[in-house]
Structure formats: structure tokens, C-alpha cells
């Protein structure tokens, strides 16, 4: 049968999604956990491989085993007992053979997160990065709105990715800002390596006054990743949300 999860963690310890040779990763501990459940060596796939350090509220795998003594609606109750606090599956469920979490996923959010103050806050260093001086946010915003749509984002992506394409579409950026927390909100139909990183690196840079909100046109033009700004770090990104069709 082919159990659907949806999974939520704390990526500060792992060295992202994928299994990677002596390293801690969220698909290595569930398929470990899994094997301790079943005796079974499965493959869990998830929905996009998060970096290391990279959260997730709703991550979305999936997995066939062979035994049933566990009904799929269970699975995320018995797992729970096995893994370790910082990830949880928050639901499960049968799913079609035919279901792959990458190929029927129509859009993904994530969400990246800033807070303004003039030292580290303990309470939010972990989850968010430190900005000490006001935004313009209506640049800022101005700025979003021109990455959204259909683009080649050659330029928003860090070397290292193999991907046939770099053509992406995002449906929507959003910034919301509530006291002294900044949220982006950036949601496509898929993203490449460091993607959505180097879009609120660029952001942040054009909110500082230090980039001209039209930097977006000449990167997706030109394609030149030096044009925008930096990669944040990876602590303050997290997978919000899969939707499928």
C-alpha cells in the first residue's frame, strides 16, 4: 500500500531533507523509523528536497510498504513514538499508487521571516534573521510584485543545480509586517536551489534602500546572479504549505 505523510520539523540540526552519507537528515530519520515499524526498507519521497537548516510546517511524503498490519490512517501515531521531538508526522493516509508528492503538487508556499531590533532576541534568533532599521516597504512591495508571474530565475538561483530548466512560475509574493516581525510569503509552482533565499535577499536589499526595485527586471533579463542580493541564511525559511490538485 502507499501511505501519505505530512510532516512537520525543526531543520536546525539536519542537513536538509535528502539522505546524504553520515549525515543527520528528516528523510533518513523517517525511513529509519519506518524500518523499525516494519522491518521493511522503504524510500520516502518527499515534495522538494529543503536545505540544511530549512524548516517545513507541511511537508508532504510518501512510501509503499508491503506489510498492512498498520492501517495508513495510523502510521503517523506509531511513527510519532519513534521519532525524535524535532520531527513529526502530523497526519496519515492511503493514497493512490499513482500519487507522486513532486509530480501532482500544483503550488508551494514558503514563508521567510525577519523581526527589527538593535540586538539578538533569543526567542527569535532561532527561526528568524535580525534587521535594525525600518523597510521601505511599499519598494519593497512594488519590487514583489515584479518578480511574480512566469520567469527565467537563472538569476535567483545559487551554482550547484542541475535542473533541465530554470523557468518557474510564482503566483504570488507577499509582505506582511505586524509590529516588529517581517514575514515574505512567496508561493510557485516549484523553486529552484536557494530560489526563494536570494529573492528575500534581494528584497531586503531593495527595502535597505541599497537596490533599485528594477534590479529584478535586469536579473530576469540578463540573468546575472550578481546583480541581486545575497542568500539569507536558512534558519528563517520554512516550507509552509504543498497543494495538490
Not at 525543526?10 to 523509523?33: C, F, M, R
Not at 537563472?154 to 543545480?161: D, L, N, P, R, Y
Not at 515574505?184 to 541599497?210: A, P
Request: with cysteine.
Amino acid at each position: 500500500m502507499k501511505v501519505k505523510l505530512v510532516i512537520s520539523y525543526d531543520g536546525t540540526d539536519y542537513s536538509g531533507w535528502q539522505v546524504q552519507p553520515n549525515k543527520n537528515t528528516i528523510q533518513g530519520q523517517l525511513e529509519s523509523a519506518i524500518f523499525s515499524l516494519t522491518g521493511e526498507k522503504v524510500r520516502v519521497t518527499g515534495s522538494g528536497r529543503t536545505d540544511a537548516g530549512v524548516h517545513a510546517e507541511r511537508q508532504v511524503a510518501c512510501f509503499n510498504v508491503k506489510t498492512e498490519s498498520i492501517p495508513a490512517e495510523k502510521y503517523y501515531l506509531a511513527l510519532n513514538t519513534i521519532l525524535p521531538p524535532d520531527v513529526k508526522v502530523i497526519e496519515s493516509s492511503l493514497i493512490e499508487e499513482d500519487f507522486h508528492p513532486v509530480k501532482c503538487a500544483k503550488k508551494k508556499t514558503y514563508v521567510y521571516s525577519f523581526y527589527l531590533s538593535n540586538v539578538e532576541l533569543p526567542l527569535k534568533e532561532r527561526y528568524a534573521v535580525k534587521i535594525s532599521q525600518d523597510l521601505n516597504l511599499s519598494e519593497m512591495q512594488a519590487a514583489a510584485r515584479l518578480i511574480e508571474g512566469e520567469h527565467d530565475f537563472k538569476a535567483f538561483c545559487s551554482s550547484g543545480s542541475s535542473v533541465l530548466t530554470t523557468v518557474r512560475e510564482i503566483y504570488s509574493v507577499k509582505i506582511e509586517k505586524v509590529e516588529n516581525d517581517l514575514k515574505i510569503y512567496v508561493t510557485g509552482n516549484g523553486f529552484l536551489y536557494n530560489m526563494v533565499r536570494i529573492i528575500c535577499g534581494t528584497l531586503l536589499k531593495i527595502g535597505e534602500g541599497k537596490l533599485d526595485k528594477n534590479v529584478i527586471l535586469e536579473m530576469f533579463k540578463n540573468l546575472k546572479r550578481e546583480r541581486g542580493g545575497r542568500t539569507l541564511p536558512a534558519k528563517a525559511l520554512k516550507l509552509l504549505n504543498v497543494e495538490y490538485r
